[in-house]
């Protein structure tokens, strides 16, 4: 890589770390952390010079009710808590495709989920594990890569950067933190430090993708697929952060008035003797009472005015925030009143309405994302003599986890049959998970009990003979 390429990738990494993308990506996974702004509030009162000033004797409560982190393990295990389906004409490719998407896999593309709306997007790499050149993939953080497209649309990846932080030490053996930029493209990987002079080349300047007998090989491509939340990439933060503030806002502020309980009461003082109102502050607070002088015919006295805080303004105010959040994430409340007294399945998809229509969008940039993927495995399949594949449907299911009647469901079941196949009818029914073990058990129950003849005889004397 020469020198003009170099201070290229210096300036487009210098915008992507100052960029508001890369900024609402980090508060995105901030928030779902529960690092929240509110944890760095300050309690600012009016000074003498009529602008705010900061003050350190009153209660700073700083609350943080995370529902944003609610919202996004929701609507990520709404599509991908449950695992998904690969079917595949091709019984062979179904088998390796399989053994590629396990468990370890599926967990993984649920914790891309959530990156996905944190941050808008989330990436996967896919690498060749050194030891034994298995494939293998990798989840990036959407905050970590800079990527170049070569079109609008953002489908074709021109290069992409990756830049991350690992612990080390300078030469005085002083721990220190060290920004280690790879650049990706289609004639193999870049390695890099970022220092305050620019990009400097690391030990490994430039690596290959993977081996073939001893021989480098690169992708076609550039091996990170990004997994998008919506085609315009936003983070769901975007549309919730300033309802989640006002959330922890006024918790925090209930908390801060009621804590306030020498403030709650306006004490109206009448010749007054003491030396200021501090010391009339430290004789209420310590000893629980004042004196009162009388002098120059005026009589003492001590007064209160009572200021009450009122807990159902705050619970309104609460409550409607919430509902607002619920609202913009698209997401669905558990509590709601249509799951009360008549839960029937109308009720329930009308309170998944909004969150199936997101998953919808987000399923669609998901099978795109799953069709890039495809690529790859089948160019290492088509390489490593795993068969050719190229051709063949593939169809991903996502299983949502969406909650049901289950009674609406049987009923509807049984005033199908006769109009369908029976697989057709377990395949939907709550309780089968596997439909080819549930076929097979019935078959199995069909042919151990089989119906007794019909020879009139006793039925005492049937089961005596069957026995």
Request: charged fraction near 30%; aromatic fraction near 10%; glycine fraction near 6%.
């Amino acid at each position: 890589m020469d020198a003009i390429d170099i201070k290229f990738f210096e300036n487009e990494i210098r915008k992507f770390k100052n960029s508001k993308s890369r900024k609402g990506m980090q508060t995105g996974e901030r928030y779902f952390k529960g690092d929240h702004d509110i944890l760095r509030r300050k309690r600012e009162v009016i000074g003498a010079s009529g602008s705010l000033e900061e003050v350190e004797n009153l209660p700073n409560h700083r609350i943080v009710d995370n529902q944003y982190r609610k919202m996004v393990k929701q609507k990520s295990n709404y599509l991908l808590g449950k695992p998904f389906t690969v079917n595949a004409k091709n019984e062979q490719y179904a088998e390796v495709l399989k053994d590629l998407f396990n468990l370890k896999f599926m967990r993984d593309i649920k914790r891309i989920g959530q990156d996905s709306l944190n941050c808008g997007l989330s990436w996967l790499l896919v690498y060749y594990d050194a030891p034994n050149g298995a494939l293998r993939f990798k989840r990036v953080k959407a905050y970590e890569i800079c990527p170049g497209w070569k079109d609008a649309d953002h489908t074709v990846l021109d290069y992409a950067i990756r830049l991350y932080e690992v612990d080390g030490y300078n030469e005085n053996n002083q721990p220190i933190v060290i920004e280690k930029v790879e650049i990706y493209k289609t004639d193999g990987i870049y390695y890099f430090e970022l220092t305050s002079g620019g990009l400097v080349p690391d030990k490994i300047k430039k690596g290959n993708y993977f081996y073939r007998d001893g021989k480098p090989y690169n992708w076609e491509k550039v091996p990170l697929i990004p997994f998008r939340y919506n085609e315009e990439e936003q983070p769901l933060i975007r549309n919730v952060k300033s309802l989640q503030d006002g959330i922890n806002l006024i918790k925090s502020n209930f908390e801060n008035n009621m804590d306030e309980d020498v403030r709650s009461t306006i004490f109206v003082l009448l010749n007054y003797g003491g030396e200021n109102l501090g010391t009339f502050r430290r004789n209420l607070a310590t000893y629980g009472a004042v004196k009162i002088n009388s002098s120059d015919g005026m009589q003492g006295d001590l007064k209160t005015l009572q200021i009450e805080v009122n807990a159902e303004n705050y619970k309104v105010i609460l409550d409607l925030l919430k509902k607002a959040l619920i609202e913009n994430a698209m997401g669905y409340d558990a509590k709601d009143d249509r799951l009360s007294g008549n839960a029937n399945q109308m009720n329930i998809l009308s309170m998944y309405h909004d969150i199936d229509l997101d998953a919808d969008g987000m399923e669609t940039e998901y099978q795109a994302a799953f069709e890039e993927l495809l690529w790859f495995i089948n160019c290492h399949l088509a390489n490593t003599g795993g068969g050719n594949f190229e051709n063949e449907d593939v169809e991903i299911i996502f299983n949502r986890d969406i909650l049901i009647s289950e009674s609406d469901v049987i009923d509807n079941i049984q005033k199908s049959i006769g109009i369908l196949s029976t697989e057709t009818l377990i395949a939907q029914h709550p309780w089968v998970d596997d439909v080819d073990a549930e076929l097979a058990k019935l078959k199995k129950q069909e042919q151990e009990y089989e119906p007794f003849p019909n020879t009139g005889g006793d039925v005492n004397e049937l089961l005596d003979r069957k026995i």
